[in-house]
Each structure stands twice: as structure tokens, then as C-alpha cells.
Nanobody, 119 residues
């Protein structure tokens, strides 16, 4: 079982920035996808984007976060990040990190971290 521990959420004013971190309890292997999802109140969980161990990022198509959010990783620390800039109240929600490998029994979730953006 892989443990994912998130940190970095909180309360921020509109226009501000936050950086979320997700630390895994083991090394991230080639072929695994490190991702970020978010769930706004009353909405389904939605993909923000993913990153591979080689640094290739893929952001959700037509996502409202494109251009404002950036995913990065530090393989040596088994950690990936979500840098969020120009936050607005619509970004409020619980943010989850995910580690997945399609076709394998690898699909782990962090506990979620609350991000609240005040207007």
C-alpha cells in the first residue's frame, strides 16, 4: 500500500497563490502518472492534470486552470507539486493527489487538502 500525504492547502485571497505538495511513501516508477484532481462543493471530482517521472505534463482539456496552475515533481523526494497562481473563488474545493498506472493495480489517493479562495 502506498501512502500519499498532501500539504499546502489553506485560505487565500483572490489573486493569490498556493503550492500544494504530495509526498509518496515509496519511489515513483517509470510508467506511473502523478496527478492532481479537485472537487468543488456539489461537483464531481475533476482532473487538473498529470505529470510523468520524465516531467511530461498533461493538463485537462479546456480546463479553467490552464495557464494558471503548474504541475512539477521532484523524483528524488518522491514528491509532486501543484503551483496555483491567480486563484479565484471558483478554485475553492478539496484538492487530491493521485498516483496511477493504467492497467496495473496502482491507483492511490491522498487524503485531500482544502483550498479556499475568498473574494
Amino acid at each position: 500500500q502506498v501512502q500519499l500525504v498532501e500539504s499546502g492547502g489553506g485560505l487565500v485571497q483572490a489573486g493569490g497563490s498556493l503550492r500544494l505538495s504530495c509526498a509518496a511513501s515509496r519511489s515513483i516508477f517509470s510508467g506511473e502518472m502523478m496527478g492532481w484532481y479537485r472537487q468543488a462543493p456539489g461537483n464531481q471530482r475533476e482532473l487538473v492534470g498529470t505529470i510523468t517521472t520524465s516531467g511530461i505534463t498533461n493538463y485537462a482539456y479546456a480546463s479553467p486552470v490552464k495557464g494558471r496552475f503548474t504541475i512539477s515533481r521532484d523524483n528524488a523526494k518522491n514528491t509532486w507539486y501543484l503551483q496555483m497562481n491567480s486563484l479565484n473563488p471558483e478554485d475553492t474545493g478539496v484538492y487530491y493527489c493521485n498516483l496511477k498506472r493504467v492497467g496495473w493495480a496502482v491507483n492511490y489517493w491522498g487524503q485531500g487538502t482544502q483550498v479556499t479562495v475568498s473574494s
